[in-house]
């Protein structure tokens, strides 16, 4: 397992800054993929689709799991928000899984622009995780079966490690609270291990989701009630989501709170699918666009000579 070192968890953080840019830039760009001048109106794609709200979310767990989990084989990462695409999309990319069956998808200026102009355009990628995905099992827009699928997984396998990303409107489908039994059904030496995390952000597209509601001892008891053991991750911090990883705890159940929308122009309710919704009609929101992509300072994680920083 990864350790805590300094290197380590800046190369984590700019993972996280990669995927969150390249999020963004699938939502958003049809052109000017690099911020190589300022952002214009013909550079925004005339018809914005997807979800922004869950992405930094995504992208954070994601990238500590990786790091933690880099020599284990048999770990995998099911998600949960498959609306979160183009944050599921930019790892993927990054990791050079997508260019496996897509060889446009290269790791480079031309599969910057590849991907990002084809998010939610014809003929491209779907807003929402699909059967095209690589690994996917469920379309990505049916909440709730995650955690099932991940026991599916785990059953007669003890060697695999199954992290479970749950968003927290979708922990109130039923499907997802009836699989929190599976714990109780499959915990044991002949089956694999499932390590849930609920994605704490406060809101259920624009209502706020029932759990961020509750105290954090309502929310540990209810955890303690199906047998696992409640793990608080506060933040976005590369250095407290490992040393989350590293607690030797029995059946962790962890809890990752995070601003709906975090590094986005606009927080909560309002970041659920398109924050901007009309930068390419009004300079202001353009204007907030780019600030916003600058914000990530991309041209010192990636150059067009030397590739990606990560």
Known sequence: MSGLGIANLEKIAKRIRICDYLSVAQL????????ERALEPG??????????????????AYANLKSYYKDDPNFSFVLGPGHGFPALQANLFLDGELSKIDPRATRDKSGIAYICKNFSWPDGFPSHASPYTPGIITEGGELGYALANAYGVALGHPEKTIAVLIGDGELETATAIASLHLNDLLAGDKNGKILPILHLNGYKISAPSIYARKSERELNELIRGFGFTPVWIDGDDPEVFQMALEKQVE?????LKTEKGATGPNRHHDAHQIP??????SSEELKELENWLKSYNFGELFSEEGGFDD
């Open 28 to 35: 958003y760009l049809k052109d000017n993929f690099l911020l």
């Open 43 to 60: 550079d925004i794609k005339p018809r914005l689709l997807g979800h922004w709200g869950t992405c930094h979310g995504i992208n954070v």
């Open 251 to 255: 059946a962790p159940f962890y809890i």
């Open 276 to 281: 901007l919704k009309e930068p390419h009609e």
